[in-house]
T-cell receptor, first 115, second 111 residues
Framework: KAGVTQTPRYLIKTRGQQVTLSCSPI?????VSWYQQTPGQGLQFLFE???????NKGNFPGRFSGRQFSNSRSEMNVSTLELGDSALYLC??????????????FGPGTRLTVT | EDKVVQSPLSLVVHEGDTVTLNCSYE??????LLWYKQEKKAPTFLFML????IEKKSGRLSSILDKKELFSILNITATQTGDSAVYLC???????????FGKGTKLTVNP
């Protein structure tokens, strides 16, 4: 079974631009979560999608948005980029079960550099 | 505020040593605790713990959860240089897929 894939792997943008990152979950997984990882803040939750619906959102400004498609693939968008948005953006997928918790598996990440 | 605290923040040992990494948490609506290993790439899943007192093992790694005292430990025996990585502890909150992460423990294993 293929793992979580993310594209692109690396990205360089300038301040004020916008960016779209893509994530394809493990086949059969319907939940996709996004995280931002920086040296100072560590891994922080951005949002989670299930069945094309955003179920939960972290404490990030409205410039960060996302969506999920019917095939469970997800995209996240960051508008009006700031230098502080430079980070590794990780996507994680998990299967859905009515009861019990379930593991999240991470993709390789997209390294975004804002200059 | 939900928080996960890992200690120590960094650790340097010699090959063959045994190490214990700690993770304490204060998170609302706890569902499970997960351990990940992160080298220079995405976190790799190690364990998920949901019940107190039940040890999970995978080779030289083992972990246990104490839901009464709100902590978990990750043990690595007979460490190898390949164990060098950042070990992340995260708590999964119920009702969402949100993982609350600790800052990680950076383990360096010297030959």
């Amino acid at each position: 079974k293929a793992g979580v894939t993310q594209t692109p792997r690396y990205l360089i943008k300038t301040r004020g631009q916008q960016v779209t990152l893509s994530c394809s979950p493990i086949s059969g997984h319907r939940s996709v979560s996004w995280y931002q990882q920086t040296p100072g803040q560590g891994l922080q939750f951005l949002f989670e999608y299930f069945s094309e619906t955003q179920r939960n959102k972290g404490n990030f400004p409205g410039r960060f948005s996302g969506r999920q498609f019917s095939n469970s693939r997800s995209e996240m968008n960051v508008s009006t980029l700031e230098l502080g948005d430079s980070a590794l953006y990780l996507c994680a997928s998990s299967s859905y079960r009515d009861r019990g918790p379930y593991e999240q598996y991470f993709g390789p990440g997209t390294r975004l550099t804002v200059t | 505020e939900d928080k996960v605290v890992q200690s120590p923040l960094s650790l340097v040992v010699h090959e063959g040593d045994t190490v214990t990494l700690n993770c304490s948490y204060e998170v609302t609506n706890f569902r499970s605790l997960l351990w990940y290993k992160q080298e220079k790439k995405a976190p790799t899943f190690l364990f998920m713990l949901t019940s107190s007192g039940i040890e999970k093992k995978s080779g030289r790694l083992s972990s246990i959860l104490d839901k009464k005292e709100l902590f978990s430990i990750l043990n690595i025996t007979a460490t190898q240089t390949g164990d060098s990585a950042v070990y992340l502890c995260a708590v999964l909150q119920g009702g969402s897929e949100k993982l609350v992460f600790g800052k990680g423990t950076k383990l360096t294993v010297n030959p």
